[in-house]
């Protein structure tokens, strides 16, 4: 841990590899992702859906909720503020949305840059229920000459001696899409207090940066948005100080429900000889639909069969039937979007660990 004061001296991270270091072992604890076992869910059970809270929950009671506020401000017609009520009296919906972190993948990436050491896990699907936040935004009349929404948390910390409440921006357009929500509800239940407890957004297809827990504030702004979550980081880079490409949309992405049984300690797989079904999931973002999955089975590639869509922001099922003999296989899995992009074998760099859509392998023993 550290001896100097992370406050004032704050750390220049640097890309590392070896061990985990017990930081990141300790956000690891915090933040859990999904066990791979529960792809097998359309809709990821409360509770197994992946979790990334970059500060404290913060601690919301049931009366903070009845006195909570959304406050719109900044270039608008008219200043509102919102109580959930008011807010769950616009029409509502409810949209089936899968969510990955921007750094799932992060600690498989060498080097790696020490921060929430992700491998596959941080992703799952939900039923979300709100209004669309274009209702709001209609009820305060955006101006014309904003540029963007910064959207607002709560919730309050450093990160390399930045202090800010977590925030995030969109532009007008993307603000105003009908899909782009402000939700109370995940899976037909109030929000759980690390989902974001009373009221989040949802921002469809993108890395689940952009969808801002704990939202207490909206402002239209007359330049971009310079918050720490925006500029700071969620950028593609390759090198420290780059400028680099602003994270949006999720990257063609497919993980398998590992076969058989594990062993503890290594996760490795065993499964008894004869016919198996190998099930997985596959999402891209930007509402792009699945157009096929690809199974890698010892060096050879076979076409997986899809199920039904489940909406255009919601993962899709495949599977395989395999008639496994004994022996030990290398297992690999690889989708292609309706727009053409597949994953790749590796994915490309990047320092921070964002988007890391590389195969995922499994070893399998059969017996
Ligand atoms: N206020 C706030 N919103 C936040 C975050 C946060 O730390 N604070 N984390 C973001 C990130 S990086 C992700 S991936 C998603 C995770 O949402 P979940 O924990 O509900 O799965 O929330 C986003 N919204
Ligand atoms: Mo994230």
Not at 40 to 46: A, F, K, Q, W, Y
Not at 144 to 149: F, G, I, N, Q, Y
Request: aromatic content about 10%.
């Amino acid at each position: 841990m550290p001896s100097r004061n992370p406050f004032t001296e704050p750390e220049q991270r640097e890309p590392i590899e070896g061990d985990f270091f017990a930081q990141e072992v300790n956000l690891a604890n915090r933040n859990h992702g999904i066990a791979l076992e529960m792809l097998r869910h359309d809709v990821t059970p409360i509770g197994m859906h992946y979790l990334l809270i970059h500060f404290d929950v913060p601690y919301v009671t049931e009366a903070d909720a009845a006195s909570w506020r959304l406050e719109v401000g900044g270039l608008v017609e008219r200043p509102v503020s919102l109580s959930l009520e008011d807010i769950k009296a616009l029409p509502s919906k409810t949209l089936r949305v899968t969510l990955e972190c921007a750094g799932n993948g992060r600690g498989r990436f060498k080097p790696r840059m020490p921060s929430m050491p992700w491998l596959l896990g941080a992703v799952g699907t939900a039923e979300w229920t709100g209004t669309p936040l274009r209702n709001v935004l209609d009820l305060a009349g955006i101006k014309p000459d904003a540029v963007e929404l910064s959207c607002h948390g709560i919730d309050r910390g450093f990160d390399r001696g930045n202090e800010h409440e977590y925030g995030r921006s969109l532009r007008p357009e993307m603000a105003r899409h009908e899909d782009v929500m402000l939700v109370w509800a995940m899976n037909g239940q109030p929000l759980l207090p690390q989902h974001g407890y009373p009221l989040r957004m949802i921002v469809p297809g993108w890395y689940g940066m952009a969808s801002v827990k704990w939202l207490n504030r909206i402002e239209a702004l007359a330049s971009p948005y310079q918050g720490y979550q925006q500029v700071g980081t969620y950028h593609f880079r390759t090198q420290a100080n780059e400028r680099g490409t602003p994270i949006t949309t999720m990257r063609v992405k497919s993980l398998m429900v590992p076969p058989g049984v594990p062993d503890w300690y290594s996760g490795a797989r065993l499964v008894e000889a004869g016919p198996v079904t190998i099930h997985g999931r596959a999402w891209s973002g930007a509402a792009t639909p699945i157009d096929h999955v690809e199974i890698c089975i010892d060096g050879v590639w076979h076409r997986a069969a899809l199920e039904a869509p489940a909406g255009p922001y919601a993962w899709r099922g495949w599977r395989f039937d395999w008639e496994a003999t004994p022996g030990s296989y290398a297992m690999a899995c690889r989708a292609t979007d309706a727009a053409g992009n597949t994953q790749p074998l590796e994915a490309a760099y990047d320092r921070g660990g964002f988007g890391n859509n590389g195969l995922h392998r499994i070893e399998v023993f059969v017996r």
